[in-house]
């Protein structure tokens, strides 16, 4: 394999120019309130850890400081009371929606893209919301704001409802965020500032490029500087020799591959208390575990055994020392539609480098995460220089991408049928941990990626098995409670799924997105 050790200079110059845009005037709840949001977070005011961040200061919050400040320690003074005083309730999507049973799933759907929508943002002063230019879809529940990789699979659905109005809208957001902070973060509010999540805007594009066609020439045209910019946050660090250095990790051969990476070392402020309990349980230093937390929660599997180093207790958690085989593979499309994107613009030279970046990680996910005795992807652990025990849903990813060839396929075809497949779909991982990015869990992103990889390898009859098991259990959920969930239990169907931070969450964006996608498939 050829050694990556410098980008060509043209190609250096072009990511390092595209810097990240500073946000110092950008303040989180944390750094307008500080000591009163601690304490409102410790003293457990409200159950859910997210509810106080995202409520809105109904004054300047200095005055709001010093009147805590003044009151807090006089006789019958209630904290409670007094954040109600001083802070509104934000507005909660879809609350006062009741869902019709009788008129079916597919209407249900296309019904709740209206009620889950948000029009485009108005500033609100000192709201940890960032308001966002055009219209867009939230997944529901507690969940008030855009999630970055939510989004591309409920596009999916949008896409079958003929919705191509709200995916531009939405693919229009993510470029202004990356245009405004220089990346997208997790969602748009201020607490997710140090942190993106798994990087779908390529694919979001290409779904949008789809739908329109005649002018898919002209979209790409007009969001290549995002890619080249959303390409620049992942690989900034990629010019130090060997070791990491934010999202990028150099192998002693000089190989260039990435990881989940945190900018902040602090709690989380939308899981506090969480953070807390987990950090004093550790025997790391805090700020280390709270990173590794949080980039834990970057790569959108907030948790897993993934990133456990002992499989199964928080407190092991080690997500920076942790190339993951999805993480990668999304890189991999993202190169590619930049060779696109060049040879659309007669770049050749551009293009032919950007290609050999491409099939360069494309080599290097196969040398350093397939696992040839299992027959299936592993992530691999840069700082013990091996694969780590676990085996997730992320391994179908290079499936997905046709990063993979077919003997390949075919081996994880078998390992699914064995060890994943269960009555409702596609178990996440093989070990019950208590995290939701666990068995018995399963999750409407992973069965489409695992499905739509499986069907490019002529896998069709094991895809049709995993899409017709998590149809029936979702609509078996519907008819018994008109809600479509977050996150289904595949092993025991009767059962809600648990584990994680916080209650399974209806609504649901993707998995709204993806049930239509595999409904009307099923009808082609």
């Known amino acids: 394999m050829r050694v990556l050790k410098l980008f060509p200079l043209f190609l250096f110059l072009l990511l390092y120019s595209c810097k990240e845009t500073p946000v110092t005037k950008t303040r989180s709840p944390r750094d307008l309130f500080p000591g009163l949001f601690e304490d409102v977070q410790s003293a457990g005011v409200f159950p859910d850890g997210k509810t106080f961040p995202d409520y809105v200061p109904k004054r300047d919050p200095e005055n709001i400081l010093e009147d805590y400040h003044a009151n807090k320690t ?34 249900h759907i296309t019904s709740l893209w209206d009620i889950l929508k948000r029009n485009p943002d108005k500033h609100i002063q000192h709201s940890s919301l960032i308001g966002l230019p055009y219209p867009y879809i939230v997944p529901g529940g507690r969940f008030r704001e855009i999630y970055y990789w939510d989004s591309f699979f409920t596009m999916l659905g949008l ?24 990346f997208i973060p997790n969602g748009n509010r201020t607490y997710y500032l140090t942190r993106s999540q798994p990087p779908f805007f390529s694919l979001m594009l290409e779904l949008l490029m789809e739908s329109k066609s005649p002018a898919a020439d002209s979209v790409l045209k007009a969001n290549r500087d995002v890619l080249e910019k959303e390409y620049s946050f992942w690989m900034k660090g990629s010019k130090i020799k060997q070791g990491a250095e934010g999202h990028v990790v150099v192998l002693p051969d000089g190989t260039i591959l990435n990881r989940y990476f945190d900018r902040g070392d602090w709690p989380r402020e939308e899981s506090y208390n969480e953070d ?35 499989g199964k207790s928080l407190t092991s958690i080690h997500t920076t020392d942790i190339v993951p085989v999805d993480l990668n593979a999304l890189l991999y499309h993202l190169e590619l539609m930049l060779v696109r994107a060049y040879e659309k613009s007669g770049e050749k030279t551009a293009a032919e480098h950007m290609k050999e970046q491409a099939e360069r990680r494309r080599t290097a996910l196969n040398r350093f995460c397939w696992d040839r ?46 060890d994943f497949l269960k009555p409702g779909g596609l178990v996440t991982t093989r070990v019950n941990s208590g995290q939701q990015w666990d068995a018995p869990n399963g999750w409407a992103p992973l069965q489409w990626i695992a499905i739509q990889g499986l069907r490019n390898y002529g896998q069709d009859e094991l895809a049709d098995e995993i899409s017709t098991r998590w149809i029936a259990l979702n609509s078996s959920v519907f008819n018994k409670t008109g809600k479509l969930m977050e996150k289904y239990n595949v092993a025991d169907t009767s059962l809600i799924a648990g584990g994680g931070e916080y209650p399974n969450q209806d609504g649901f964006g993707w998995t709204n997105g993806v049930l239509l996608r595999l409904i009307r498939d099923k009808k082609r």
Do not use: C, H
Not at 75 to 99: D, H
Not at 159 to 182: I, K
Not at 284 to 306: C, K, M, T, V
């Open 74 to 107: 006089k006789p019958g003074f209630n904290l409670k009371n007094f954040v109600a005083e001083n802070f509104s309730v934000p507005e909660t999507a879809g609350k006062a929606y009741r869902s019709n049973r009788q008129e079916g799933l597919e209407i």
């Open 159 to 182: 896409q079958e409802s003929g919705r191509t109005d709200l995916t531009e809208n939405m693919v229009n957001n993510f470029a202004w965020l990356v245009r405004t902070y220089g």
């Open 373 to 418: 005795k299992t027959g299936y992807f592993r992530d691999y652990d840069w700082k013990q220089l091996k694969q780590t025990g676990q085996l997730s849903l992320a391994g179908v990813y290079p499936l997905y991408f046709k990063m993979a060839v077919k003997g390949q396929a075919d081996a994880i075809a078998r390992v699914l049928r064995k």
């Open 276 to 310: 807390l309990t987990t950090a004093a349980a550790s025997t790391g230093s805090r700020p280390e575990i709270y990173r590794q937390l949080r980039s834990g929660a970057e790569s959108g599997w907030d948790f897993s055994s993934r990133w456990l180093a002992d």
